[in-house]
């Protein structure tokens, strides 16, 4: 990437996020926005040891929708237009409790879909004005093909996995290219706790580092879709035959 590019993080603790980041900063100006901003020193050492020209923060709440697009305006005004946007925010949610708690499901359902369209549409058009940029948007398996194991968090992948797939071909033609990120099971921050719960990580799993190699590969190669690792792409082909009978009874 050349220097002087601005690189924006929605999601700015996202573990696969900064790892994206860490392989485009050289050279690029990177805004984190996140909650509580004043508590990224981690990340910006991490994103400065990869010769980033500078990383600044932001506040940024995914569940207040309604300062979404006068944040994105805020930012493109104080560093410049947004030459790749990473959008890495979200919660795996617990699925036994929002089976139950309608509160615990509408907040699924809001931080993992809802407001990624608050994010992704005005980001999107003043990407669009300008005339060029990539946005990242991170899907899952889990929306390819909805388990019972884990149907709500699935539910709204499944929903940003069509909202990205329609916007992407939305954008086509305008010089704004989406790339969609199909990722299994990752190893990391936000499995941790389910691991130590006993879940053990499913076949076919990834590392951050795994994930954002192939993304990043993906980015500069212009492809509308990447599943990390590859290999899943067959075997969710063949997953989305299999009877109901038995797919309801797939593990998580």
Known sequence: MSN?????????????????????????????????????????ER????NAAAVHTVEFDANNTEQHGALIEQIVAEHG??????????????????E??????????????????????PLAGLMRAAGRGDIIVFSSVAGVRVRRANYVY??????????ASGLSDALHGSG?????????????????????????????SSTAPQVADAVVSAMHKKKAVVWV??????????????PQAIWRRMPR
Do not use: C, W
């Not at 237009?81 to 929002?98: E, H, M, P």
């Not at 139950?100 to 931080?111: E, G, S």
């Open 47 to 50: 994103l400065t040891s990869e």
């Open 4 to 44: 002087g590019q601005v690189v924006v993080l929605f999601g700015g603790r996202s573990e696969i996020g900064i790892e994206v980041a860490a392989r485009i900063a050289a050279g690029a100006t990177v805004v984190l926005a996140a909650r509580r901003p004043d508590d990224l020193e981690e990340q910006r």
């Open 229 to 242: 690792p590859g290999k899943l792409r067959p075997v969710f082909f063949f997953m989305r035959l299999l």
């Open 154 to 163: 699935g539910s709204t992948k499944a929903g940003l996995d069509g909202f």
């Open 176 to 204: 704004v290219h989406l790339l969609l990120v199909r990722s299994g099971f990752v190893i990391g921050n936000m499995t941790r706790d389910m691991m130590a719960s006993g879940v053990k990580p499913a076949p076919m």
């Open 81 to 98: 237009r947004i030459d790749v946007a990473i959008v890495a925010f979200g919660i795996l949610g617990d699925q036994a409790r929002a």
């Open 100 to 121: 139950t708690d309608v509160t615990h499901a509408l907040q699924i359902a809001h931080t993992d879909y809802l407001a990624q369209i608050s994010v992704l549409t």
